[in-house]
Nanobody, 121 residues
């Protein structure tokens, strides 16, 4: 099974930026559809963005489109989430996942452990 490890979370002021990374084990990374989700306390897990194996196709949730950018480096087996213009409501645990193309949690069957992002006002 693919192991996913997120990093890059932390505390940032509103209006600031963070870049999250998710590194995957295994030699078939280019075949993995990769997604980013987040979950705030007391809320459902929320889809953010997805990228195909080659990196040429992406799709975003309306809530983050224009502020967040998903990308990948297949040499480094890593997918990124660049987050700009952060708001306090972006505070959550952020997860990467592998699976099939889609915006629902059940499209994805392999999840990282998550990284905390806290945006202060």
């Amino acid at each position: 099974q693919v192991r996913l490890v997120e990093s890059g979370g932390g505390l940032v002021q509103a209006g600031g930026s963070l870049r999250l990374s998710c590194t995957a084990s295994g030699r078939a990374f280019t075949s993995y559809v990769m997604g980013w989700f987040r979950q705030a306390p007391g809320k459902e897990r929320e889809f953010l963005a997805v990228i195909n194996g080659g990196g040429g196709s992406t799709y975003y949730a309306a809530s983050v489109k224009g502020r967040f950018t998903i990308s990948r480096d297949n040499i480094k087996n890593t997918v990124y989430l660049q987050m700009n213009s952060l708001k306090p409501e972006d505070t959550a645990v952020y997860y990467c996942a592998t699976g099939t193309w889609g915006s629902f949690s059940n499209n994805y069957d392999n999840w990282g452990q998550g990284t905390q992002v806290t945006v202060s006002s």
